[in-house]
T-cell receptor, first 115, second 116 residues
């Protein structure tokens, strides 16, 4: 079975600083990987996804993530944090065509942006 | 193109009552998923449905919970005899095509259930 671990349940960054959110996965087959963002009391919005094409994936709002098979990682970065980036971020994995789109989520990382 | 629509957004139930949560997938989507988010936790998969079929219910509690996605109308997640531990946000998601892994799934705004 696949699993996702997000290191750090809370991250605090200064406005303009680098945002780095860590995600490691375990899967016995090539995974599909996703990052979602959740604003308070709202649903999840897809930031980006990896589906075995380019290992560096660019998403919305200036975010990008790099798939590293050797490290089983899919860390999310943004060069310069904005106040509007304050939210909770979830990494997720799905595997195998038969699994449909059943996603396994990490525990989430809450980002606080300081002015 | 309207997104995934969930209602009600907020629901308060007394212990022992029934809760019904509705989800209309995005237009053209025939695959529906329900996830539950307990306070301070990530989302946990509950059930995956196609029209008139439950494909995977491995995440559903064995008792009191049921889901359906009829030929006509929204998908419904039903919780009978609710208890305080059922208080959570319930998210519906939908996807197009054949529901293959890697297809983007789109989430609704969620239904927040509070059991008092």
């Amino acid at each position: 079975a696949q699993s996702v671990t997000q290191l750090g349940s809370h991250v605090s960054v200064s406005e303009g600083a680098l945002v780095l959110l860590r995600c490691n996965y375990s899967s016995s087959v090539p995974p599909y990987l996703f990052w979602y963002v959740q604003y308070p009391n709202q649903g999840l919005q897809l930031l980006l996804k990896y589906t075995s094409a380019a290992t560096l994936v660019k998403g919305i709002n200036g975010f990008e993530a790099e798939f590293k098979k050797s490290e089983t990682s899919f860390h999310l970065t943004k060069p310069s944090a904005h106040m509007s980036d304050a939210a909770e971020y979830f990494c997720a994995v799905s595997v195998g065509k038969a699994a449909g789109n059943k996603l396994t989520f990490g525990g989430g990382t809450r980002v606080l942006v300081k002015p | 193109n309207a997104g995934v629509m969930q209602n009600p957004r907020h629901l308060v139930r007394r212990r022992g009552q029934e809760a019904r949560l509705r989800c209309s997938p995005m237009k053209g989507h025939s695959h529906v998923y329900w996830y539950r988010q307990l306070p301070e936790e990530g989302l946990k998969f509950m059930v995956y449905l196609q029209k008139e079929n439950i494909i995977d219910e491995s995440g559903m509690p064995k008792e009191r919970f049921s889901a359906e996605f009829p030929k006509e109308g929204p998908s419904i997640l039903r919780i009978q005899q609710v208890v305080r531990g059922d208080s959570a946000a319930y998210f519906c998601a939908s996807s197009p095509g054949q529901g293959l892994s890697g297809n983007t799934i789109y989430f609704g705004e969620g239904s927040w259930l509070t059991v008092v």
